[in-house]
């Protein structure tokens, strides 16, 4: 069975740090893009940045570029979005998405999603 | 990148047809036939429903289908059911540093 399974629920302070993971399984982790998107709460999709484990290459939307780091490896097939100093805004559910081979935008397998909350 | 423009909600009764509309630039959705439709259920991750502007995954019913007239693309949920009811969300590439945008998300309540 062809999976994303995310890293679980996080609680962390303003300033801190923190990077969530997300294992593929069930297919060739190298020949897929993985994508982020974020919801923050009771509110819509945002696409943040996409990542090819095969190679690394990675392009972020300009609203999140110096914001996050995405990066993989592809050793153990996960793929992972980091924070080096988080805010009060950056609450939200983090999904990663895998779109079909050869696509970019038709993410057709989700992860079930990383709770992040952040609060002092 | 702006996100593209849907209508906040839209309603049907069961059995009817309903469009949801996404509007774009000639940068996004205007370029590429690569505009993606997705249905999200509360709490739940989303589902693809649509790709590449019409094309529908293996499993998706064919009462869902999608088009594109220059910046705007269009999702068309025909026989309305209570299990439609969900938010829809639209996407499309929009070049090759960005890659992609989302729409702001259409709520469909099926009355």
């Not at chain 2, 993606?36 to 995954?57: C, D, F, T």
Request: charged share 15%; proline share 4%.
């Amino acid at each position: 069975e062809v999976q994303l399974v995310q890293s679980g629920a996080e609680v962390k302070k303003p300033g801190e740090s923190l990077k969530i993971s997300c294992k593929g399984s069930g297919y060739s982790f190298t020949s897929y893009w993985i994508g982020w998107v974020r919801q923050m709460p009771g509110k819509g999709l945002e696409w943040m940045g996409i990542i090819y484990p095969g190679d690394s290459d990675t392009r972020y939307s300009p609203s999140f570029q110096g914001q996050v780091t995405i990066s993989a490896d592809k050793s153990i097939s996960t793929a992972y979005l980091q924070w080096s100093s988080l805010k009060a805004s950056d609450t939200a559910m983090y999904y990663c998405a895998r779109p079909l081979i050869g696509y970019y935008d038709a993410f057709d397998i989700w992860g079930q999603g990383t709770m992040v909350t952040v609060s002092s | 990148q702006s996100a593209l423009t849907q209508p906040a909600s839209v309603s049907g009764s069961p059995g009817q047809s309903i469009t949801i509309s996404c509007t774009g630039t000639s940068s996004d959705v205007g370029s590429y036939n690569l505009v993606s439709w997705y249905q999200q259920h509360p709490g739940k991750a989303p589902k693809l429903m649509i790709y590449e502007v019409s094309k529908r995954p293996s499993g998706v019913s064919n009462r869902f289908s999608g088009s594109k007239s220059g910046n705007t693309a269009s999702l068309t949920i025909s026989g309305l059911q209570a299990e439609d009811e969900a938010d829809y969300y639209c996407c499309s590439y929009a070049g090759s540093s960005t890659f992609g945008v989302f729409g702001g998300g259409t709520k469909l309540t099926v009355l």
